[in-house]
């Protein structure tokens, strides 16, 4: 090794701002390194200090003294060699587009097409490199609806918002929903190398009817019998009786909502002040009662409630009467 040439004011300062700050670890143990020689620390008192080898504390003071900072930096390395070539990229690209789910299928057309052998993990890798993570598909019907349609829909909800707030309306959304024996609980945390098993069998259905608004003010109704027509009109028969000023209620086209029967109705609620608001049709993110019956079957129901139905029915029951004081949703002021 050279001799170790003492260090200038500026020299130092610059190594102590690389010690504290450095991006790597090993840019900040080389930057301390340098600077305790310039203190007068031995080789050897260095390798007991860091528990290098002596050659590596000689490289690391021999690669400064002749590099001055850069010397600090590790060289730019070539690396692996890519393991699929740009044509082979493609293809991987364009299945996983038509496909996510098999990667084995991806693995044996490379073997097919290009007679190119990998490992899945490999393969993994690459996707994670290139920005692809593993997440569940979401359903969605976008591509079923107008977009026109939905836009008009969502500015013209908007102005309901405003007039609900400034107290001339009030503004609720009505649907229905049911519930059985199936669970509906995708994610829990549960010790590692174990599982987590709910009953599950088949039961009839408890059909829940309600009105909600943005306070979380519901208005809900259950039935063990098929929903049809009449059942929603009585519903919305004792709705009306309960509201004080003009109302207006967003549903969806659901064949009860636009029924013969359910239109009759209309002009007679109107005279009462319940104006109906139908939504497009594929829109269900803009009626916003869908996130309670989300956060009713994956969120507030209990596991136990599925051991029975007359426990999951006292559960459902429990949780509606409850809604705005002990489970509550903190719904959007508007649609962006």
Known sequence: MKKFPQLSEQAIEQLKSHYKNGNTHRVRTRSQIILLTNDGKTVCELVQ??????????????NYIKRGINGLFDNQRSGRPNSLTEEEKRLVFEMVAKDSRDLNKILRELKNKFNKTICKQTLIRFLKKNKYVWKRYRKSLKKKRNNAEFAFCKNFLNVLFKCEDEGSIDLYFFDESSFNLVPSVPYGWIPKNESNELPSSKSKNLNVLGFINRANDLHSYTCKGTVNSDVVIACFDDFVTNITKQTFVVIDNAPVHTSAKFQAKLKEWNKKGLFICNLPTYSPELNIIEILWKFIKYKW??????????????????????????YVIAFKSSFN
Do not use: M, P
């Open 49 to 62: 200090i860091f528990k290098f080898t002596i050659k590596t504390i000689y490289s690391i003071i021999n």
């Open 301 to 326: 129901i209990n596991y136990d409630a599925y051991h029975s139905y007359q426990g999951l029915v006292e559960e459902v029951e429990n949780i509606l009467k409850n809604v705005g004081e002990k």
